[in-house]
C-alpha cells in the first residue's frame, strides 16, 4: 500500500482513513473488530475518530468509539501498525464546544485512557471555540507535546480565515501549529473547501484528511428519493442531498462506476483521493461487504474524462 506524507507531521498513512464514527452505534464491538481487522489486514493504518463518538445514541455519553479501538489495539497488540487519529472540543456535557487549556488537559488524559496508549499520533480541535484565545488552545498542545501524550495536532471545522489566524499565532508565539485540517468534502459539499480554504491548506502544506466524504451515504448511490430515506440510521440526513444537483451527481457517477466496473460509492472517493489538496477521505464501514468496496476504492484509478465529467456534474451552481 502506497503511503502518502500526512502534511509535515511525520505521519505517513494510506489514502483512505476508517471513520471510527460508527463503533459502538451501527457497530458493535464484534463487529468493530473485523472492520478494523480487514482494514489493517489490506495495508491500511489511520483510524479517526473523537472523544465525543457516540454520544448522540441513546445510553451512550460519549468515548465508546474511543474505548472499541482501545480493546482492539490492546487485543491484537496492533498499537504499531496503526495511525491514531482522534478530537477534543465537543460539548462532552460541559455545555459548550471547550479548546480552554484546563478542558483539553483533562480530555487527553480521558482519551489515552480509552484507548489505552501513551501517546495520541493526531490530535485535533473539532470544532472552534470562539471563547478560547488560539494561544490558550496551543500552548496547551504545546505542553502535551513536549510531554509525549500526543505527536501532532490539527484541526476540524475551521474556515480559511480561522484556519490562518491560528497558524498565525502560532509562528508570533513559537506554538506547535495546526498540520492537519479535517474539512468537510465530498462531490456534493465542495463550497466550503475549495478555494480559498484548500488553496491555504496547499499553500501551506497541510495534511488533509476529509470527512463526510460520501455526504452520509448519499453517493452510494442507495438514496435516490425520498422513499430511500428510511433505509438506514443515516436516511434523515440525506434529505437535503435529493434535489438536481445531487442527482445530477448521481447520473454521473454512475457513468464512472460502469466505465470501470465499480460502485458510485467507489468513484466518489476516488475522485477525492485524486484531488489534489487532499491527504485522504475519512470513510466509515459497518458490514465485511462495505469494507471489501473501501478498500476497492483506492485501487481505482480514475481517467482524465472521469474526473471532468465528476468536476462538471459536482461543480457549485451547476
Known amino acids: 500500500m502506497q503511503k502518502r506524507a500526512l502534511g509535515q507531521t511525520g505521519l505517513e498513512i494510506a489514502p483512505l482513513v476508517f471513520g471510527g464514527n460508527v463503533f459502538g452505534w451501527t457497530a458493535d464491538e464484534k463487529t468493530s473488530f473485523d472492520l478494523l481487522d480487514r482494514f489493517v489486514d489490506a495495508g491500511f493504518n489511520a483510524i479517526d475518530t473523537a472523544d465525543a463518538y457516540s454520544r448522540w445514541v441513546p445510553g451512550n455519553k460519549g468515548g ?3 474505548t472499541i479501538i482501545g480493546k482492539w489495539m490492546k487485543d491484537r497488540k496492533s498499537r504499531d501498525k496503526v495511525v491514531v487519529v482522534t478530537k477534543v472540543g465537543s ?3 460541559q455545555g459548550r464546544k471547550d479548546l480552554s487549556a ?3 488537559e483533562k480530555a487527553v488524559e480521558d482519551s489515552l485512557r480509552r484507548l489505552q ?3 495520541i499520533d493526531l490530535y485535533l480541535s473539532h470544532w472552534p471555540d470562539p471563547t478560547t484565545p488560539y494561544e490558550e488552545t496551543l500552548g496547551a498542545y504545546d505542553r502535551l507535546i513536549k510531554a509525549g501524550k500526543v505527536r501532532a495536532i490539527g484541526a ?6 480561522q ?8 509562528k508570533l508565539r513559537g506554538l506547535p501549529r495546526y498540520e492537519v485540517l479535517q474539512p468537510e468534502y465530498n462531490l456534493y459539499d465542495r463550497a466550503s473547501y475549495d478555494g480559498k480554504l484548500r488553496e491555504l491548506c496547499m499553500a ?3 495534511g488533509v484528511i476529509t470527512y463526510y466524504s460520501l455526504a452520509s451515504g448519499f453517493l452510494s448511490g442507495k438514496y435516490r428519493s425520498q422513499a430511500d430515506l428510511g433505509k438506514s440510521a443515516r436516511g434523515s440526513g440525506v434529505k437535503k442531498y435529493l434535489d438536481a444537483r445531487g442527482l445530477r451527481i448521481l447520473g454521473a457517477l454512475d457513468e464512472v462506476a460502469a466505465r470501470h466496473d465499480a460502485t458510485p460509492a467507489e468513484a466518489a472517493l476516488a475522485w477525492i483521493i485524486a484531488r489534489p489538496g487532499v491527504t485522504a477521505p475519512i470513510a466509515s464501514a459497518t458490514s465485511l461487504e462495505q469494507m471489501e468496496s473501501l478498500i476497492r476504492s483506492v485501487s481505482l484509478k480514475l481517467t482524465g474524462a472521469d474526473i471532468k465529467a465528476l468536476d462538471e456534474a459536482s461543480a457549485p451552481g451547476a
Open 163 to 170: 484556519l490562518r489566524a491560528a497558524l498565525d499565532m502560532a
Open 156 to 161: 476540524s471545522n475551521l474556515d480559511a480565515g
Open 117 to 119: 496508549i501513551e501517546a
Open 91 to 93: 460539548d462532552m456535557g
Open 204 to 206: 501551506e502544506g497541510l
Open 64 to 66: 465508546e468509539s474511543e
Open 102 to 104: 484546563a478542558y483539553i
